[in-house]
């Protein structure tokens, strides 16, 4: 009797631990100074500040400009290069010294903006990567503490029905016998449950910068992405179907593919406002948007390349 009620109290005291360890740490908080420093921003947002794009209306902007293709004007348009591009195309035939010159001259302008474009394309591109790698650390950071939780309660499972069952052989009566397998088998069962919410530990990030903010409202002015990066993201001439434009396109992805629908109010909150508590499943998400928009927006250089190669055959 005195084996039995041994038996019986460590598996007890074993699985009572376990349960409660697990009970204390529900829902805690990883804290970090790391978390909260927005060490991804870049230190001077001048580059936002530029002029304005020149037209917003797609198909006058097309009829002002026959003699030019469609792509080259909205690119030359969204890299104010539109009155340059237009002088150069009327000096096209003149093959005198001063207008050679000057081709030169408004060729080089042309390139000077095309070059500004493209620092503001690595800048964005940059933050997001940043952003990206930042929620992908925390998410594997969680990911590490939750898996070797349940490796010990795995293992705590597997110790306490290995008890139970040595027990039940070697206890010969049927009343304490049944009394040690269904406590066993309880306390089995509760440590293998604990193993089912692999997201139990958490981290707090807020976002005083929310790169996705602006891409998921669609909003008209922005104070995280130039002008440039703004309309090349809304035009839609500048998708490969020319009919839906790349932000559109980004949002469709992410409800389908990260998202899985609609989200919740409380989700919409944390991806896109001021951030909250997330788990690890979270984290994970937010860095697949992140990476998704930067990829997108890094694929604008191909659009400035077919641009001064337009700008090449103008000799």
């Given at each position: ?60 902007l097309i009829s002002a400009y026959p003699g030019i293709p469609v792509h080259e004007v909205l690119m030359a348009n969204a890299t104010r290069t539109l009155a ?232």
């Amino acid at each position: 009797m005195t084996f039995i009620k041994t038996v019986h109290f460590r598996l007890l005291t074993i699985g009572g631990c376990l349960l409660l360890c697990n009970a204390c740490q529900t829902g805690r908080l990883i804290s970090s100074s790391a978390v909260y420093s927005n060490y991804c921003a870049p230190a001077n947002t001048t580059i936002i500040t530029g002029a304005p794009i020149l037209l917003e209306n797609t198909d006058s902007l097309i009829s002002a400009y026959p003699g030019i293709p469609v792509h080259e004007v909205l690119m030359a348009n969204a890299t104010r290069t539109l009155a340059p591009l237009q002088q150069l195309q009327l000096l096209r035939t003149d093959t005198s010294l001063a207008g050679r010159v000057k081709k030169m001259e408004l060729k080089q302008t042309i390139q000077q903006r095309c070059l500004l474009a493209t620092t503001e394309i690595g800048s964005v591109a940059g933050e997001l990567d940043c952003e990206g790698e930042k929620a992908d650390q925390l998410a594997r950071y969680l990911d590490n503490i939750n898996s070797k939780r349940n490796t010990h309660f795995t293992v705590a499972s597997i110790i306490v029905g290995a008890i139970t069952t040595v027990a039940s052989v070697v206890i010969t009566k049927d009343a304490p016998k049944n009394a040690v397998a269904i406590g066993g088998g309880l306390l089995s069962a509760g440590l293998g449950a604990m193993t089912i919410n692999a997201n139990r530990k958490k981290v707090k990030l807020l976002h005083t910068r929310n790169l996705l903010q602006d891409i998921w409202y669609d909003t008209t002015a922005s104070s995280i992405y130039s002008p440039f990066i703004r309309y090349m993201l809304h035009e839609p001439h500048f998708s490969n179907s020319g009919k839906v434009s790349l932000s559109a396109s980004i949002r469709e992805r992410w409800l389908q593919f990260d998202l899985r629908g609609t989200p919740s109010p409380g989700e919409t909150r944390l991806y896109f406002g001021d951030g909250g508590v997330y788990t690890a499943d979270d984290l994970h998400t937010r860095a697949a948007m992140l990476n998704e928009l930067q990829s997108t927006i890094r694929s604008i250089h191909q659009d400035l390349q077919q641009l001064l190669q337009y700008l090449q055959t103008m000799e």
